[in-house]
């Protein structure tokens, strides 16, 4: 899907040019966006990273815990080792062996419950950001707006600013 959208996105930017060598009477107003700006200056981005954080805080302070419970079981198996039973030690080592393993499934689940969870969020967003993109090239006649692949936009065609101020005022209205 990425890849057919930079396709598509550089088919229309060279159709332009091309267009407008032909046409030279008619002139075509481009823009482009910085999705990354849009992504880490929108109030969506933050208030979904806040959330995420609040979501996972308590499994990630949980996998904390268990990883100093682990050392902890460690300091006790090599500090006492040398006055403990075979006995003792095969069952202490059988214990800090699951509980090691516990950790690690856990800390795996935990990292793709927050992967899913971000794309989730990300896919959100990235539909308001492509509305507000719509909304904003429909109200100041915009032939193209160009997004990913873009080497370099000048300040005079950036319009990412205006896109982050239109998810602004989103915001603050759904806030309200």
């Not at 806040?50 to 268990?66: H, Y």
């Not at 794309?119 to 967003?125: A, P, R, S, T, V």
């Amino acid at each position: 899907m990425n890849t057919l959208f930079k396709s598509v996105v550089m088919i229309v930017a060279i159709l332009a040019v091309t267009l407008s060598h032909v046409y030279a009477e008619e002139t075509y107003k481009i823009g482009a966006v910085n999705a990354n700006r849009i992504l880490q200056e929108s109030p969506q981005a933050e208030s979904a990273i806040k959330m995420l954080e609040k979501e996972f805080s308590p499994r990630d302070k949980g996998l904390v815990a268990s990883q100093k419970k682990i050392k902890a079981l460690e300091d006790k198996f090599n500090k006492d080792r040398a006055i403990m039973s075979e006995q003792e030690l095969g069952k202490l080592e059988r214990k800090l062996v699951a509980q090691k393993r516990d950790l690690k499934r856990n800390q795996d689940e935990f990292r793709e419950d927050i992967q899913f969870r971000r794309n989730e969020e990300l896919g959100k967003i990235q539909k308001r950001v492509v509305v507000a993109i719509q909304k904003i090239a429909k109200e100041n006649n915009y032939d193209v707006i160009l997004g990913e692949g873009v080497v370099f936009a000048s300040a005079k065609v950036d319009i990412s600013g205006l896109v982050i101020d239109y998810l602004k005022k989103e915001s603050n209205t759904i806030a309200e």
